[in-house]
């Protein structure tokens, strides 16, 4: 993790700016001889794309993704495939409405990196937020679908909206359930209770926040390395540096602080071919590495910081002024943050992969 | 965070194991002319140091440091200062009580990390956890030693532990006080509650979780790195990477699900010098850049896997027993690791302010 | 350097084959605040562009370079600055003559990558060398004219072809000279040798080896970090890592073997500010940090592997055969590794120039 | 290559000063389950071992290397063994002298890094050299015997020194004789011839360059990474960051200016498992990849810069004075560096093959 690249065998950067001519990324270190085509990436974006619901922003931005290097397919091979060079994505910008930014110039937006991206650089491409725009997780996304190439298709990596606002859903997963909603709840129960709480904040121009439940299937044991690359520390990190993300837990979480040793302890019997545990409060990781269980983290989503609603503020000159954010904002940005969970569990799982054949051979 | 190394200019590698001749860590990238001498390190392990109280284990571990390179004193120089080059701290072991190891050799405690190790590497050092023990925190601790000197006296890093059990303190935050008690509470009213509670943990043969609260104060606006080197990312690995710690969370953190976007946002009106917030529910950090604010974050660490109460579990060849763990354990290891937490803090803002000099000159 | 990122602070990461849509180059860790626009960029590109003498290729590449993200213009900043985000650059490739590959679809060209990236990936694109082609060293070029930016007016960095096949240029650098003629000569009196030896090899189906020489005048003394990263050791990976070139050294170089060590000692006499040197055997770098001398290094290019006389080889199934390259080829690919000779060196000066204000401040 | 540490999976961090207490290394990411003894290094080390004959230095440093952690042996393994965690070196200095180093606390001797490290650091440990002492040499030394272990006994790595002075050795390598003569000649012709010559030297209170040979026999095809970590561009890092290189070339290095294309061409036959090469002007690498045939070095040693001879020079304070180094120094300090460059090559190879195993499984 190092400014705009993440991985370190699987190596991730992404560049662009909110209003810019384009969006992208490169991904270095990818094995050669995947299959990989436009539509497998595609189809990751998607399940992002602004304007799927009345539940995220309107903005029209149909993210067409184009392979520009690192594929390669003659009459060898059967498809397209990954060379192990770089492979680097782009999106254009499509939706850049040519605007009036004067107001925004100048004032700081309460939540979002306005003041801090001053602070640090002395100057910001304040149009859309540049660089610290959620549009740049579109790039996460596409990564993440490259990464799942990696992971082949034994482990499953899926995410679902288990919180909106103070609306918990219930404990149970119905994965398939998550397709069929515009929460990406696994819960179908709670649906009607999202609509209304977020039709409810978006009329009274608020904002609502979100956890994510994300979890990862068949996860050889073994993976991931002490001390400082632990897997759980390198997932936190790669969860964290998600847009509007306050919090990371694996496993019980923060739950664990009110159990006993006893409680916490994941037990184990005799299995089939590894040890079969009776719980999994540690989420799959144990000391860094993982156990073998299901990988398993939440993370929080703060209310979107673009509101209707005015709020405090000043500008760049101290100058004090209220904020109301107008235009095509979503209601609860955690909602599309869900791919976006999957993509950097994937890729964070991608490097592990690659790290962990590195020393293991 | 790569293995056992991390940070990118102020960088900390660990390695030894619990039981080995000794542990110890290389800093590289320490600035030079810096005051450092033994006493400044040994100050931070004394607060981390076995055996200063009944809630912590038993062990006698003096942990006396030596400082192998990277300072040099002569008469041009007020004292021992650092020369630029890499600074070597070493703590021999001297409780490594010769005992027979042949009953944890093979049995998987629930919670450590012997079977991730096996699954792994094939084969490890079982003696007190080996490399996984949380003796390897005691080097963390004193490069964040290293640390503070880097980052100056303005910067005030502390910790408190906010929650043992499901035993919460208040929300004052006398800090004093964490230096006049056991647990580094700081809210002295909480103390004889947290003694009855981990007294009965400990006669109970079980053991506790806890919650720790950490923070910076006078970190300036514009240190951290978008978007993968963010700030709050960086802070989310660096403390995940504590053993036994099973999440993190910055500022308002998992609260800010059930906040409104109103509620949420960090309001600004004109200050002396550069604005004033109106509240910190981004705990210190916006688009991954400090925000001048207190840099503010939680975490929970498990309660102690290494319990007298017996739990179910398997051998390395899957044999179904049970495990019961002797000796001298921490009844809550989430006390000890209060100056870890702050050690940790120490280090990613050290690195931050290192990264920001570069690209800001 | 890592795959195809390069630099510390100061990182390039190039993508892109030689006969794929596009070719580019992601630059992080800029400081904002610079000027910078696709003008200064193509200036540099224009030196190293095909077609300029019948010396170099034939080929037809504009090599118009779009800048696609980090760069911001509004009206309180005097033109497009960078903003110290990611810096996107891309070349659309538009010389890709569609033909048949067939041939060298499984012949390996002496001198080439093609049995390499076989024995590595198991495939590749083999369309004019694919991500081995010289193509790449375009995106050094636009990524060094950045560089100049961090680097300032002050330090200049120059480069001129000293040797080709048997036939070296005088000891004295007009440097004006090296614009006045097609072979980055600083020596008009080479020129006509030059022209006439490559005319004949090119008339033969032959090619020639270079020696380039680059120097950076007025670096400061006291950029580099002993004892891997030193300013000498990036130099040598960065100028090795350029395609064909088998040799890097450092002042005296080879010749230091001869030197007594009395000869060989830069000595010094007392200077304005800083110590004077009375000789630049070191070329301005001891113990790995410069010394304020001129940064002088030299490098070899082996000839072109590129040729029409016949060489013996084989195919990707072992079948014997001989390889005639036809096509457009330089006949000395030496001659365009000049601009990208100076263009490494600004790159390792822009990271060490960020590295050492990290560490220092 | 980032200040002290070096690799990227197989990652080595030396620290110490040539005058402080001890000097170690700390070796991450290394495989478990090698054999690991301190006589397998000591073996190593005893080749660069001062005092060994009158043609290098009479200091005594007995170089005694100790395991401190990453090592471990229980009944189940059969000897000591690699554990994957972090191996940490050490040898203790014990000759150094207390002296008066007033004389040289100030004033800058020509050749060695005193002007520079003052003028990055402001202050040095200016005892025997401090960091920037070839003994930190040592602990690329023993960092390469562990690199040995990862790669095999079927890599043979090996050197030799092929020229002192105006001196060279002839072409063939008969390389049993390098144990045989003070040189690591593996030419016993030259042996009187540099005896001699060294003598005069030392008698002269001068000193001597030299070049070194290195290969690598039995790399497998495939090895490195194009485009910036080439196989060659590492190994040109690694050798040129040893003390006083000032040059690298691989295959026919600057030899490769002179030749034609079809002769530099390594034609090709078909082989019995891959193809057969005609020649090495590559030195075993093409496009940054291993070919299979030798991996080919050379590197050039400046004479040592501690001579007897006076040499002008000026203190910290700018004062002009003349700088005469007694004491026991190496006449050809490129003598003991044939077992370092050694050591270079294999600490980057087992990294190339543990990076080829993370990307290619």
């Known amino acids: 993790m190092s400014h705009n690249t993440f991985g370190h065998l699987f190596r991730v950067t992404t560049w662009g700016e909110s209003h810019g001519p384009a969006i992208g990324c490169v991904i270095d270190g990818c094995p050669p001889g995947l299959t990989l085509t436009p539509e497998m990436i595609q189809r990751d974006l998607d399940r992002r794309r602004p304007g799927t619901s009345r539940f995220v922003t309107q903005r029209r931005e149909p993210d067409q993704v184009k392979i520009l290097s690192g594929v390669f397919e003659d009459d060898r091979t059967d498809g397209p495939r990954t060379t192990g060079t770089p492979i680097s994505l782009m999106i254009e910008n499509v939706d850049q409405r040519s605007k009036d930014y004067s107001e925004i110039r100048d004032r700081y937006r309460p939540g979002h990196a306005d003041q801090t991206y001053d602070a640090k650089y002395g100057l910001r491409d304040y149009r859309g937020g540049g660089r610290s725009s959620a549009r740049e997780t579109a790039m996460r996304v596409a990564a993440g679908a490259v990464a799942r190439q990696v992971l082949g298709p034994h482990i499953l990596i899926r995410a679902a909206t288990i919180q909106i606002g103070n609306h918990k859903a219930s404990l149970r997963r119905d994965w398939d359930e998550t397709a069929c909603n515009p929460f990406f709840a696994a819960d179908a129960e709670i649906v009607p209770v999202w609509e209304s709480f977020l039709d409810e904040a978006r009329k009274a121009g608020s904002s609502a926040g979100a956890i994510i439940e994300v979890e990862a299937i068949n996860v050889p044991a073994g993976w991931g390395a002490p001390v400082y690359g632990k897997l759980d520390a390198e997932l936190a990190a790669a969860l964290m540096s998600i847009n509007a993300v306050k919090g990371v837990e694996i496993g019980a979480g923060f739950e664990a602080a009110r159990l006993s040793g006893e409680e916490n302890a994941d037990q184990m019997r005799k299995g089939a071919e590894a040890p079969q545990f009776l719980s999994n409060n540690n989420g799959g990781v144990a000391g860094g590495i993982s156990t073998g269980q299901a990988l398993l983290a939440r993370l929080v989503v703060k209310p979107t910081s673009s509101i209707l609603t005015p709020v405090k503020s000043v500008t ?37 992969k690659l790290r962990h054949q590195g020393q293991m051979g």
């Open 316 to 352: 760049r000159d101290g100058e004090e002024v209220e904020v109301r954010t107008k235009g095509r904002h979503d209601p609860c940005v955690g909602i599309r943050a869900v791919p976006v969970a999957e993509a950097m569990m994937a890729c964070v799982l991608a490097d592990a």
